[in-house]
C-alpha cells in the first residue's frame, strides 16, 4: 500500500475529530466553572484556602472536559457541586479565622482594662496611704497640743480616733479593690479559676479544697488553681507568702504542701519567697491546704 492513501486517511481522521476537540475547548460550562475557579484562586483572601477542596474542584472540571455525552450530566453535577464546596470552604475557613483574630483581640482587650483597672486602684491606694500618714502626723501634732489643755484632752482623741478609723476603712476598702481586679487579672491570664480567699491579722488567705489533691500530688484541679494562683501573686507587690496543708498524717501533708510550693515556683513565684509546712490536722472537704499572703 503507497503512502499517499495512507496520508489521506490520517488527514480526515484529523478533520473529522477536530470540530470535538474544539467544541470541548469551548465549552461554555467548562469555562464558566473554570472562571469561578480561577477567580477564586485570584483572591487574595482566599486564594491560598481550602486547597484540598480546589484540587477536588479542578479534577472535576477535567473529568467533565473529557466526558462523553452520556457521561456528561452527571460529570457537570459533581463539577457545579465541587466549585461551590471549593467557594463555600474557602469562604468558611477565612470565617474561622477571622473569628479567631476577633476572639484573641477581645482577650487582649480585656486583659489591658484589667490591668488598667488595677493600676488605677493600685495608685487609689498609695493615695490613701499617703493621706493615712499625713492623718498619723496630723493626730500626732494635735495629741501633744492635747497635753497641754486637760479638758479638751478627751474630745480630741475621740475625734483624732473616729478620723483615723474612717481612713483604716477605706484603706482597707481599696486593697481589697486592688485584690479584687488582681484577681480578674490572674483569672485571664492564667485562664483557670482563683480559689476562694478571705482577709484576716495574716493577710489573705486562699483555700485549696480536698479535691485539689490525690494522696501527695496536685490533682488537675489544684494544678488549675495552682496556675491562677501563681499569677495572681506575681501582680503587684507581696509580702511572704506561706503553704500550709492539713492530714492526720503529717508526711502526706508535707508532700501536699512541697507539691503545692513546687507548682506556684514552677508558675513564676520566686522561691525564696514561699514557705512551706505540713501539719498534723485533719483537713476539711473544702480546706485540705491554705496559702497565706502576708499584708
Given at each position: 500500500?503507497s503512502?499517499?492513501?495512507?496520508?489521506?486517511?490520517?488527514?480526515?481522521?484529523?478533520l473529522?475529530?477536530?470540530p470535538?476537540?474544539?467544541?470541548?475547548?469551548?465549552?461554555?460550562?467548562?469555562?464558566?466553572l473554570q472562571a469561578?475557579?480561577?477567580?477564586?484562586?485570584?483572591d487574595?483572601?482566599?486564594?491560598?484556602?481550602a486547597?484540598?477542596?480546589?484540587?477536588?474542584?479542578?479534577?472535576a472540571?477535567?473529568?467533565?472536559?473529557?466526558?462523553?455525552r452520556?457521561?456528561?450530566?452527571g460529570?457537570?453535577?459533581?463539577a457545579?457541586?465541587?466549585?461551590?464546596?471549593?467557594?463555600?470552604?474557602?469562604a468558611?475557613?477565612?470565617?474561622?479565622?477571622?473569628?479567631?483574630?476577633l476572639d484573641?483581640q477581645?482577650?487582649?482587650?480585656?486583659?489591658q482594662?484589667?490591668?488598667r483597672?488595677?493600676?488605677?486602684?493600685r495608685?487609689e491606694a498609695?493615695l490613701?496611704?499617703?493621706?493615712?500618714?499625713?492623718?498619723?502626723?496630723?493626730?500626732?501634732?494635735l495629741?501633744?497640743?492635747?497635753?497641754?489643755?486637760?479638758?479638751?484632752r478627751?474630745?480630741?482623741?475621740q475625734?483624732?480616733?473616729?478620723?483615723?478609723?474612717?481612713?483604716?476603712?477605706?484603706?482597707?476598702?481599696?486593697?481589697?479593690?486592688?485584690?479584687?481586679?488582681?484577681?480578674?487579672?490572674?483569672?485571664?491570664?492564667?485562664?483557670?479559676?482563683?480559689?476562694?480567699?478571705?482577709?484576716?491579722?495574716?493577710?489573705?488567705?486562699?483555700?485549696?479544697?480536698?479535691?485539689?489533691?490525690?494522696?501527695?500530688?496536685?490533682?488537675?484541679?489544684?494544678?488549675?488553681?495552682?496556675?491562677?494562683?501563681?499569677?495572681y501573686?506575681?501582680?503587684?507587690?507581696?509580702g511572704?507568702?506561706?503553704?500550709?496543708?492539713?492530714?492526720?498524717?503529717?508526711k502526706?501533708?508535707?508532700?501536699?504542701?512541697?507539691?503545692?510550693?513546687a507548682?506556684?515556683?514552677?508558675?513564676?513565684?520566686?522561691?525564696?519567697?514561699?514557705?512551706?509546712?505540713?501539719?498534723?490536722?485533719?483537713?476539711?472537704?473544702?480546706?485540705?491546704?491554705e496559702?497565706?499572703?502576708?499584708?
Amino acid at each position: 500500500m503507497s503512502l499517499r492513501p495512507r496520508g489521506f486517511a490520517l488527514a480526515a481522521l484529523l478533520l473529522a475529530i477536530a470540530p470535538a476537540l474544539v467544541l470541548a475547548a469551548d465549552d461554555p460550562d467548562v469555562l464558566r466553572l473554570q472562571a469561578r475557579l480561577d477567580a477564586l484562586q485570584a483572591d487574595p483572601t482566599l486564594g491560598r484556602l481550602a486547597a484540598y477542596e480546589q484540587l477536588e474542584a479542578r479534577q472535576a472540571i477535567t473529568s467533565l472536559d473529557d466526558a462523553r455525552r452520556s457521561e456528561r450530566p452527571g460529570a457537570l453535577y459533581v463539577a457545579e457541586r465541587r466549585v461551590e464546596i471549593a467557594e463555600t470552604a474557602a469562604a468558611a475557613e477565612s470565617a474561622k479565622r477571622e473569628l479567631a483574630g476577633l476572639d484573641l483581640q477581645r482577650s487582649d482587650l480585656l486583659l489591658q482594662a484589667s490591668r488598667r483597672e488595677a493600676e488605677r486602684a493600685r495608685q487609689e491606694a498609695e493615695l490613701l496611704r499617703i493621706q493615712s500618714q499625713i492623718q498619723a502626723e496630723e493626730t500626732e501634732r494635735l495629741r501633744l497640743a492635747a497635753e497641754a489643755e486637760a479638758a479638751a484632752r478627751s474630745d480630741v482623741e475621740q475625734a483624732l480616733t473616729s478620723a483615723t478609723g474612717r481612713q483604716a476603712t477605706q484603706l482597707s476598702a481599696a486593697r481589697r479593690k486592688e485584690a479584687a481586679l488582681a484577681r480578674q487579672e490572674a483569672e485571664l491570664v492564667s485562664g483557670a479559676k482563683l480559689p476562694a480567699s478571705t482577709f484576716d491579722a495574716r493577710g489573705e488567705a486562699f483555700a485549696l479544697p480536698a479535691t485539689a489533691f490525690v494522696q501527695g500530688a496536685l490533682s488537675g484541679d489544684g494544678k488549675a488553681a495552682a496556675s491562677a494562683l501563681a499569677a495572681y501573686l506575681q501582680i503587684g507587690k507581696r509580702g511572704r507568702i506561706r503553704v500550709e496543708a492539713f492530714a492526720k498524717d503529717v508526711k502526706l501533708a508535707q508532700a501536699r504542701a512541697n507539691a503545692l510550693k513546687a507548682a506556684l515556683v514552677a508558675g513564676g513565684v520566686p522561691a525564696a519567697q514561699v514557705q512551706a509546712n505540713g501539719k498534723a490536722a485533719a483537713g476539711s472537704a473544702k480546706k485540705a491546704a491554705e496559702v497565706v499572703v502576708a499584708p
